[in-house]
Each structure stands twice: as structure tokens, then as C-alpha cells.
């Protein structure tokens, strides 16, 4: 059932890309395939279930990127997604980085981006649970390890043999492309362990320091 939910989630994503555009609106509607492709979205989810089912971190890299579309350019967590766009495949890549919380963002840095968006710090609690799937690159993450007050020393509230093991896949220099679990009870199911890695100090999100 988590697979399926999270599955719907996806298809929206794909769909964003071909979709979102104010330039073209007015050819756009949520309807647009109803009678010349009305299998389409169940189309598209059979696709994406085929890719999770083969590279389970695709999971994670979708609801990425249907985050950053619906973050940035809906102002929100919800929107009816028009239909029928033909003009890009693309996303905006630089207003993802320049809109959306980035791994080393201050606490107070991602509150601010989040209020512009007019979401609250419940919204970026529930959001952050999005992150009970998938990997994270080491570069994200170095800081915590090596370097958080900028004294040269590891975060205090890392759990200590976390932290080893976090420091086992990403080292002081080199490495940043090496992945890490960001969940190690179970990195292939969206569940709420993220939160309980949380408490229990096993979790390297910088968020986590604040909650």
C-alpha cells in the first residue's frame, strides 16, 4: 500500500514536468488526455512503478523533484496540475536551488523559505518525514561529521556509533558522491522512522537538531 501511495505521488511529478507553464495555460487542463489517452496517468504510474521496482532510490529522486516544482512554483502543498504542455521537459533548476532548503541551510534559513512559500514549521516537520526513503550523497552531509560549529569536531548529538559508521562511507576529503541510508531500519519503505531515528540520534539531517 506504501508503494502505491508513494507511487501516485510520482506520477504527478513526471506529469509537472510536461504540464506546468503560465506562458501556455491556456492550452492547458487537468482533463487535457480524458478522451484522447484516458489510460495516461495509469500509464505513467505503471512506468514509475516498474523504475522504483528497479532502482528503489528512484523513489526518493521523484519526490525530489515534485517537491521542488510544487514548492517553488506553487506556492503550496497541494495544486491541480494542468495538463498537456508541449513545449519543455523541464524543471527549473535554478529556482530549486535558489528556493528550496539545501542540506548545510541554517535552521533559521530554511524557516524563512518555507514562510515565503507561506508553509509553516509543521509543514517542514510532516515534509521532512519525506525523508524516511532513498540516500544521501556524503558532500551533503561532511559537515556534521568533521566540521558543525566550525571548530573542526562532529556534531554533539550524533549517536556516537552512527556517527562511525556515517564516517566509514564519507571521509574527511574525497568521497562525495558516496551514498548513505537515510534510513537504515527500512531505506525502502516510507514509514515515520525517520522520526524515531530522530530521537534516537541516528538520523544526519541538520534539521534533526532542532526538533
Not at 526518493?60 to 513545449?87: E, K
Not at 549517536?159 to 568521497?175: D, F, I, K
Request: hydrophobic share 35%.
Amino acid at each position: 500500500m506504501a508503494q502505491t501511495n508513494i507511487s501516485h505521488l510520482m506520477v504527478l511529478s513526471l506529469f509537472l514536468c510536461l504540464s506546468f507553464s503560465p506562458v501556455y495555460s491556456f492550452h492547458l487542463n487537468p482533463n487535457f488526455y480524458e478522451q484522447s489517452c484516458p489510460k495516461a496517468e495509469e500509464i505513467v504510474r505503471s512506468v514509475v512503478v516498474k523504475a522504483v521496482q528497479k532502482e528503489t532510490r528512484m523513489t526518493a529522486s521523484l519526490r525530489r523533484l515534485h517537491f521542488h516544482d510544487c514548492f517553488v512554483q506553487a506556492g503550496g502543498p497541494n495544486w491541480v496540475v494542468p495538463l498537456g504542455r508541449r513545449d519543455s521537459k523541464t524543471a527549473s533548476l535554478s529556482g530549486s536551488n535558489r528556493n528550496t532548503p539545501q542540506p548545510n541551510n541554517t535552521f533559521q534559513t530554511i524557516i524563512i523559505k518555507f514562510k515565503v512559500q507561506d508553509l509553516n514549521i509543521a509543514d517542514l516537520v510532516a515534509l521532512s518525514g519525506s525523508h524516511t526513503i532513498g540516500n544521501a550523497r556524503c558532500t551533503s552531509f561532511r559537515q556534521r561529521l568533521y566540521n558543525q560549529s566550525g571548530n573542526g569536531q562532529a556534531d554533539y548529538t550524533l549517536q556516537q556509533v552512527y556517527a562511525n559508521q556515517l564516517r566509514s562511507r564519507c571521509p574527511r576529503s574525497g568521497g562525495d558522491n558516496n551514498l548513505f541510508s537515510m534510513d537504515l531500519v527500512s531505506p525502502a519503505k516510507f514509514d515515520n522512522y525517520y522520526y524515531k531515528n530522530i530521537l534516537a540520534q541516528r538520523e544526519f539531517l541538520i534539521l534533526i537538531k532542532f526538533f
